[in-house]
């Protein structure tokens, strides 16, 4: 990735689901106003040798686990969000790559997050109410993911 002296704005993404080129919709369409929750985190064990000379441990890496992801949008009213976890609820394997790629200023592509074998975990509805506030009707898709790669598309 190029060298910045300011960090990229956080506004400027394109969550794709499924396997497509970039700039298309993919196998789920709509526009995503959030994505949230890309981590992962390694696991170490403790080990110590009987006859090590000092009285410590060492840490051991072992196995490593993908972190939840949230991705929010506006009811659009395509069912497919629903339709990949109602799938899923009655048991068919359907797991998706999902890339999210951040962009610059002039919507050039600087990097991003692959999900590998992602799945749906849990939806949530809108939030409904009669006072006529203004505020969109929201949708959200928690997915779990066996993997997360970052990658920097920037030269």
Not at 1 to 12: D, I, L, V
Not at 21 to 30: F, K, L, V
Not at 106 to 118: E, F, K
Request: with cysteine; aromatic share 10%.
């Amino acid at each position: 990735m190029a060298t910045r002296t300011n960090p990229y704005g956080a506004f400027n993404f394109l969550v794709q689901l499924g396997n497509t080129s970039a700039g298309q919709e993919g196998d789920i369409g709509g526009g995503f106003s959030d994505f949230s929750g890309a981590g992962n985190e390694v696991k170490f064990s403790e080990y110590r040798n009987g006859n090590d000379q000092f009285n410590h441990v060492r840490k051991i890496a072992n196995t490593n686990t993908t972190d939840d992801v949230t991705l929010k949008r506006g009811i659009i009213g395509d069912l497919r969000l629903f339709q990949w976890i109602a799938d899923t609820r009655r048991g068919l394997y359907l797991p998706l790559t999902v890339t999210v790629t951040l962009h610059d200023e002039g919507h050039a592509p600087v990097c991003s997050w692959r999900l590998n074998q992602a799945q749906p975990k849990k939806w949530v509805g809108p939030t409904l109410q009669g006072k006529g506030g203004g505020e969109v009707a929201m949708e959200e898709l928690h997915l779990v993911a066996e993997s997360i790669d970052f990658l920097s598309l920037s030269s």
